[in-house]
């Protein structure tokens, strides 16, 4: 069965270094994997995907995501974090085995000024 | 230009009642999908739809019923609501084709008192 984990409730960094939010996967096959943000009382946002070819993916609001086979990662990144990055963001993953979008817990971010 | 729209956006149940959430997306998109969020939980599929007129379980479909009767409609029904019901549920649509990102609602908060 498809699963995603994403080991940190929350991640706190100051306003202007990298942030990275982990998240690991587990499926058979090739996985498509994704990024969505949600801020308070809205639905998700998607970020960017990760679908075949070129292992670093960029996306939205300056986002980037490397993914890493051998370690079954999709770790999103930013090199310089913004007040307004405060959200929880949330790893997807789709398996055409069950054609399921599967979600991780989510990871809260917390941007310090 | 809708998108993905919930109704309604918030509820209050006694236990025991029955209610319908509906969404519709007017993006022609194949696939729909219904998840609950609840705090430290992420999001947890109920049930997705491939296409009109089919529906399949996800991992927490007990105490919920749908139906995909057009293309562009998903409904999620409680029969018989129970606090455990309580959340906060989010309708998702694709193109079904996974390598392409869903388009999520802006959420129903339902209260089962």
Not at chain 1, 88 to 96: E, I
């Amino acid at each position: 069965a498809q699963s995603v984990a994403q080991p940190e409730d929350q991640v706190n960094v100051a306003e202007g270094n990298p942030l990275t939010v982990k998240c690991t996967y587990s499926v058979s096959g090739n996985p498509y994997l994704f990024w969505y943000v949600q801020y308070p009382n809205r639905g998700l946002q998607f970020l960017l995907k990760y679908i075949t070819g070129d292992n670093l993916v960029k996306g939205s609001y300056g986002f980037e995501a490397e993914f890493n086979k051998s370690q079954t990662s999709f770790h999103l990144k930013k090199p310089s974090a913004l007040v307004s990055d405060s959200a929880l963001y949330f790893c997807a993953v789709f398996y055409y085995g069950n054609n399921r979008l599967a979600f991780g817990k989510g990871n809260q971010v917390v941007v310090i000024p | 230009n809708a998108g993905v729209t919930q109704t309604p956006k918030f509820r209050v149940l006694k236990t025991g009642q029955s209610m319908t959430l509906l969404c519709a997306q007017d993006m022609n998109h194949e696939y729909m999908y219904w998840y609950r969020q609840d705090p430290g939980m992420g999001l947890r599929l109920i049930h997705y739809s491939v296409g009109e007129g089919t529906t399949a379980k996800g991992e927490v479909p007990d105490g919920y019923n749908v139906s995909r009767l057009k293309k562009q409609n998903f409904l999620l029904g409680l029969e018989s609501a129970a606090p455990s019901q309580t959340s906060v549920y989010f309708c998702a649509s694709s193109t079904g084709q996974g390598n392409t990102e869903a388009f999520f609602g802006q959420g129903t908060r339902l209260t089962v008192v």
